[in-house]
């Protein structure tokens, strides 16, 4: 963006005016001030400069907005032996610190070449990403040599903007090389999914301006200082977009000072509102609107223990719930998980609840929920996979589930429950049997993919690398059996016709190696 005016034009033209001025007939002096054109030009000048100042200072802060060029290589989950599929897209990142280059974390995931660029030049600098967490979208990169940014400004991060302020979102979306910068009004604050995970809910903050692929990553701006990157838009909508509020940038970067990305705390619930004046009478409780209803505990989690179905939170760290779940913070109503998203694994949260008409108070140590990423979209990650005399063996998770789509109601159960009724407990993975490639040894054994693994050879399956072994056995018998849940009858294949059929189906379908047992 080139400034629209230089300082010395607009004081030429200045110039121009006072030396053309001439006093009225007979006046022999008089202060500038007390002349009403010189009371209007003196204001105009005011103006002027400080316009003048802050276009220089916009384009000054528009060096530190950078241009991201990612190649990447996405898995492929449908055939796992293949090296996946080779791409590439624009994004945004702005500097706020040394070497500290704020981004989105969709906009460098499966990244294998990350370039960056200055606005108004043609240099490319080749970055890496220091930091990234997938469940809040955020990263933060480094480039080779930051010699050439030391000059630059750094963004400083602000508050949540308030409803109805107007924000400029600053990046290089599709349809031009150059900077783009356009102007939006805030119109919700609210607890929303991202998009990018497909598992974790955070503080969102929608505005009426557009952001597009390319806006990605790029600060979005009030008064000067950083209110939210752009992050996501609504395509069943116009004009509508979506940033990730400061609190959310602010818990990254302090979750990051200790040399990684820990995630975060989960209370381990499911709530119910209660809103309907029946259900509130039939618990008991006044007709107040206040109070939620706690539906599911998940087992191991930070509630467990505390927390059962049935009870009724009333608050959360002084907080008071009302019967839609949510609570006050800094003047605005929001989800009661917004009091767990600011805290960190080993903090403390006060619940007070009823149980049973009685009042409960408790201090709940929270931890993450790491068995709940079952349900979020991974990332730089190696599909784990085993091929065995034509059968394909994968462990089940939402990538696996969404190329796979399957069918099968036994597995979608599995998956659905493997968090809430605690399944994970006993079961490391989910194993599935995801393709039967075609062979000899398989050629009736088609209708049996998309079920899962219940035994091999008699023995409960309960992880994947136990699965691996279990078919790899020192001495293996005459015959492998597997159970499927669900199936009509077990697949059985003979022992002596495995190492054929392996050879066989690695030449005819490509594949270098027969599995991988790791991420």
Known sequence: MERSAKPYQFLTLVSGFTRNFRLPLGVRSLSFAAIPMYRFFLTLLFLGASALVSNAANSDIYRSVLRIEVATQVPDYETPWNSGRFSGGIGTGFIIGKNKILTNAHVVSNGRRLLVTVYGSPVKYPAKVEYIAHDCDLALLSVEDFKDFESFPTFELGGVPELESQVRVIGYPVGGERLSVTRGVVSRI??????????????????DA??????????VVQDGKVVGVAFQGLRAADNTGYIIPTPVVRRFLKDIEDGKYDSYADLGISDFPLHNPAMRKALG????????????????????????????????????????????????????????????????????????????????????????????????????????????????????FAAAKFNDVTVRRLYTDYVPKGLFQKHRDIVVLSRVESDPVTSQLGR?????????????????????????????????????????RPVVIPSAMVEEANKRVAANYGIASLENLTE
């Open 190 to 207: 609210d607890f929303q999914p991202y998009s990018h995970s497909r598992a974790d809910s955070h503080l969102i903050v929608q505005i």
């Open 210 to 219: 557009a952001i597009n692929p390319g806006n990605s990553g790029g600060p």
């Open 285 to 400: 409780l006044p007709d107040d609107g206040k109070g939620v209803l706690v539906t599911n505990v998940v087992p191991t989690s930070s509630s467990d223990g505390f927390l059962k179905p049935g009870d009724i939170i009333m608050s959360l760290d002084g907080k008071p719930v009302d019967s839609a779940g949510m609570v006050t913070i800094d003047g605005g109503n929001v989800n009661l998980n917004e009091i767990v998203e600011r805290k960190f694994a080993g903090d403390k949260v006060a619940v007070r609840f009823l149980r049973d008409g009685g009042w409960n108070d408790v201090e709940v140590v929270l931890k993450p929920l790491t068995w709940s990423r079952m349900y979020a979209i991974e990332y730089e990650k190696k599909p784990r996979y085993m091929v065995f005399a034509g059968l394909v063996f994968q462990p089940l998770d939402t990538n696996l």
């Open 448 to 488: 049996f993919a998309g079920y899962a693994v219940d035994k091999i050879n008699g023995v409960e399956v309960t992880d994947f690398k136990q699965a691996y072994d279990l078919l790899h056995p020192e001495n293996p018998p005459e015959f492998h059996v597997i159970e499927l849940f669900g199936a009509s």
